[in-house]
């Protein structure tokens, strides 16, 4: 698993399985087979591939498209756009826009 402690600028790939404890600025997108546990921020649209995984503990400010797999315990500042994917929202997590855009 690769860790991700700094401030990343400009978008971003997520290529293998990360922990982000630092902070994204920019549209971040996940790649298939692929998990990414946000710990951090990222300030930006997230995009979910198919098979790809995210769990956020930390803070979203962007839209998620998800073609995947999203559990949220954190904060999302935006709308969710599910493209077949599946989203699990836990108690006392956080949704500052439409969970269920289109």
Not at 22 to 36: A, F, P, Q, R, W
Not at 75 to 82: A, E, I, Q, S
């Amino acid at each position: 698993m690769k860790y991700i402690y700094e401030t990343l600028k400009g978008s971003q790939r997520i290529t293998e399985n990360s922990a982000l404890h630092g902070m994204i600025v920019g549209e971040t997108s996940v790649d298939s087979n692929v998990t990414l546990n946000v710990h951090g921020t990222i300030v930006g649209n997230l995009i979910l591939s198919e098979k790809s995984k995210v769990i956020l503990h930390g803070m979203i400010n962007g839209d998620i498209i998800n073609a995947g797999e999203l559990e949220i315990f954190g904060t999302v500042n935006g709308n969710l756009f599910k493209r077949d994917g599946k989203i699990t929202i836990h108690p006392g997590a956080k949704i500052n826009g439409n969970p269920n855009a289109s």
